[in-house]
């Protein structure tokens, strides 16, 4: 009997070109499966096998818990004084099962499954190093949910629907391209699998199409695709005697035209890359008037004013120019028109005009020159070097000095104001993450305590701090968490 699972064993390996290891493995979970239909309640089961002597063990196991954990007597056990190491194992020998046909059968079965595991592993090792490249193939087979690509030599791999372009139809014998990838499918291990939705497909089919970009005279930074419709690619050139987009456009559009047509007519805007993203921008948003741009770095968005006219050209059919121009620049864009930009740079003019004239006791000419050279907060006033503001006309030490301690001071009350000394839960430091930065600002704003916060809307805090909608929402539901608590 040991000796029939020692030649299974050494065939299988000879003939599948598996290890042993693996073969055994195999065994004893076939073994371990023919022993739980012994019992009628669930139960888990080890089977070890000697590799040297094809001689095996049968143990049963429970994991130890605590008794209020306990809940199913065939894979738990409570623990007590002789098994008290909570997450550990009982195991109680039991008989063996002999391996006969029936656990042969099964093991077989297993080992089916682990050579075509193995199988495709090596497919995949063969191809690992032209993953993410545009490859060639026959469609083989076409279901529901998938087609069968043969790539030839014998390997496959997986198109699945959801990576064909919005309207593609293929049928067997067909063939094709598309971009190859690794995909990891439960249970099954690694295997090949296809995209043509993926960016990735577009610069793989310019590097076909324009021997510049193969030579890698021209660069592909950035490539924003909606499937089917439009697409974006920001292109840099190495040389500064080729154009860029004339060489990937090329004679008559032929090069962006053989691309297009392998997408099935896709759109393809080529616009220069700039290091600069607001210039990058711009160049993305093609003919669009775009009249300022104002930049926050610490939330990685911009504000875009531009024409009322071309507010609807900016946008684009269901926001896909702006989408696609976020994607390019990889910053947020907030698109509005010039009239809207200027009443809202004007509101939050007045609104830091205000701060400054109740906090610094000064007046409004005053606060305005002080926005105007770029000092619009008292944290920026309070750091600010002396001779900076000694530097605006109409400044001198003294009133840079007195300018500087007074905002100093009412910083340090701010802040004593919004952390008190005894922990109550009220204060606006007690909000979970909240910054001391962000308590200072809310209280600026007329925000004195977590209640008041809130109490907010997402539209009332977004107009009185510069925050996004899905900050200021979880901004205010981690004001509000006591509410919800027993």
Known sequence: MQNEILLVAEAVSSEKGLPKEAIFEAIEQALATATKKRYQESSNIEVLIDPQ?????????WEIVLEEDFEDEGFQVVQNETNNEIGSSVREKVDNVEFGRIAAQAAKQVIVQ??????????????RNVLGELVNGTVKKVTREFLIIDLGEGAEAILSRTELIPGEVFRIGDRL??????EERENRGPQLALSRKCPEMVSELFKLEVPEISEQVIEIKAVARDPGSRTKIAVKTNDNRIDPVGACVGMRGSRVQAVSNELGNERLDIVIWDDDPAQLLINSMGPVEITSIVLDEARGSMDVAVTQDTL???IGKSGQN?????????????VIDQAAAEEKSQEQTESISSILVKNLDVDDDLAQT????GYSSLESISSAPLESLSAIEGFDDDISNLLINRAKEVLI???MEVSTDDGESGDLMSVEGMEMTLALELSQKGINDREELA???????????DISDDDAGDLIMRARAHWFEE
Do not use: D, H, P
């Open 322 to 334: 702006v989408r696609l121009s976020s994607q390019i620049t990889g910053w947020k864009l907030n």
């Open 177 to 182: 391209r598309a971009v190859l990838q690794e």
């Open 413 to 415: 009350t701010m802040a």
């Open 53 to 61: 002597t094809g001689e095996y063990e049968t143990f049963r196991l």
């Open 455 to 465: 109490e907010q809307s997402i539209e009332e805090l977004t107009s009185i701090i």
């Open 114 to 127: 682990k050579v075509r595991e193995a199988e495709r592993a090596q497919v995949v090792e063969k191809y």
């Open 312 to 314: 609807a050209q900016a």
């Open 370 to 373: 002080l926005i105007s050279n």
